[in-house]
T-cell receptor, first 114, second 116 residues
């Protein structure tokens, strides 16, 4: 089954404790992306990757790191989480090109930073 | 700056009626893509429909159609024959291409409630 998986689905942590949210896709997509969703703000792109070893900042990259060492995985790293990073996080993957490309989203990770 | 605007925070529609969800966008790019996603209360993001900036015809996918008016920079979603299962949050999004890379911008969403 074609899918994007994220782990963990729920996480409660404390300020300053480094954490990683994993994202994996089995569709051989080159494009992967991370978003955060906050009430009233919609989804905002954090980082995206056009391919292995190619990453770029989205609109809200501060406080986050990513890596793309292999095509299927795109982990999101919070080196020193703060309460303002409490949010719902989505990973997505997709194909490039100007056709009917779209992004396929993971189920989301709800993060609470105390 | 590129931007997506959804001016309707919430809407109601009677079951079996049609409803239009508004979306306007702002971009200086000539080549871009427009998307609509549905987010039910369970939280997942579901792709509904896509419109390319060079597509001359409005996109349709089953009960969903995208009313694309390029000159007005609008990309409204039309849902025909609403069903109770259409109750959800709907997001309009745009893909822009910057120096060969793809960035996505989402609107703040419209919450649709279908009434029985």
């Amino acid at each position: 089954e074609a899918q994007v998986t994220q782990n963990p689905r729920y996480l409660i942590t404390v300020t300053g404790k480094k954490l990683t949210v994993t994202c994996s896709q089995n569709m051989n997509h080159e494009y992967m992306s991370w978003y955060r969703q906050d009430p009233g703000l919609g989804l905002r792109q954090i980082y995206y990757s056009m391919n292995v070893e190619v990453t770029d900042k989205g609109d809200v990259p501060e406080g986050y790191k990513v890596s793309r060492k292999e095509k299927r995985n795109f982990p999101l790293i919070l080196e020193s989480p703060s309460p303002n990073q409490t949010s719902l996080y989505f990973c997505a993957s997709g194909e490039q090109g100007m056709g009917t490309d779209t992004q396929y989203f993971g189920p989301g990770t709800r993060l609470t930073v105390l | 700056a590129q931007k997506i605007t959804q001016t309707q925070p919430g809407m109601f529609v009677q079951e079996k009626e049609a409803v239009t969800l508004d979306c306007t966008y702002d971009t200086s790019d000539q080549s871009y893509g427009l998307f609509w996603y549905k987010q039910p209360s369970s939280g997942e993001m579901i792709f509904l429909i896509y419109q390319g900036s060079y597509d001359e015809q409005n996109a349709t996918e089953g009960r969903y159609s995208l009313n694309f008016q390029k000159a007005r920079k609008s990309a409204n979603l039309v849902i025909s024959a609403s069903q109770l299962g259409d109750s959800a949050m709907y997001f309009c999004a745009m893909r822009e291409i910057l120096s060969g890379t793809y960035k996505y911008i989402f609107g703040t969403g419209t919450r649709l409630k279908v009434l029985a």
